[in-house]
């Protein structure tokens, strides 16, 4: 009877080893730092077992890298462009100063002196005109010491008194006949006043015993 010991099983294929390497690189592939995973990718190779993922993970990370490449130098290129753009605007509309040279050294001329001249200036007379007085107006305001006689605008004879009140103003009074002097004789019949020499008003006053008149100091 032949008896089968189950203690001893059958051999099966060796297993590789786990190679720390490749999965470190396959590791840092997927997670986007590419220097670790080309450096671990290669070291990797050194080591037996795990070339699989060393592969992928040391082609993960050149690819990264090529990429990373291109959008650095993509980033550069639009900078510099700019750059170039912006400084060359900027020089365009750069302007320099104006250096002023000195002037050349000369003599300095002779001037002769010129005798002086007479000039003859001519004046001119301005006329002014002289605003036109207001004529007087009956009880309108007056200056005794100024005024004596004036004739209205309707021409009233007036005189500057103080007739019936208490500041002097303008009434109506018989015309100026002519100039005489006090004790002279004159007509009773005749309307109107006499100025003396002496400026003051002279009335012709009847002499009852003569049928007469003569000139007598007013008010």
């Known amino acids: 009877m032949n008896t089968v010991d189950m203690s001893k099983t059958p051999a ?6 786990i190679n720390p390497y490749a999965v470190i690189s396959l590791v840092a592939a997927l997670l986007g730092l590419f220097p670790v995973a080309i450096v671990f990718g290669i070291l990797a190779f050194w080591r037996p077992g795990g070339r699989g993922i060393a592969i ?16 650095l130098y993509s980033a550069g290129t639009a900078f510099n462009s700019d750059t170039d753009s912006q400084d060359y605007s900027a020089t365009a509309v750069t302007t320099f ?6 002037a050349p050294f000369t003599a300095a001329p002779t001037t002769a002196v010129a005798e ?5 200036t001519t004046t001119v007379a301005v006329e002014t005109t002289a605003p036109a007085a207001i004529a007087p107006v009956v009880n309108g305001d007056c200056d005794p010491s100024v005024d ?10 007036l005189k500057c008194t103080y007739a019936g009140s208490t500041r002097p ?9 002519g ?8 007509d009773p019949s005749v309307t109107g006043i006499a100025v003396s020499p002496q400026g003051q008003d002279l009335f012709c006053v009847t002499d009852t015993r003569t ?3 003569t000139w007598t100091p007013g008010p």
Not at 116 to 120: A, C, I, Q, R
Not at 179 to 186: H, V, W, Y
């Open 169 to 177: 103003h303008w009434v109506r009074s018989v015309p100026i006949i």
């Open 56 to 71: 992928a993970g040391l082609i993960l990370g050149v690819l990264e890298a090529l990429a990373t490449a291109a959008v």
């Open 211 to 213: 049928g007469g008149g």
């Open 179 to 186: 100039t005489a002097s006090e004790g002279d004789s004159c």
């Open 116 to 120: 002086p001249t007479t000039v003859e």
């Open 97 to 102: 100063p104006e250096i002023a040279l000195p």
């Open 12 to 17: 099966g294929p060796a297993l590789d080893p």
């Open 148 to 157: 004596n006689h004036a004739t209205a605008a309707d021409g009233t004879f």
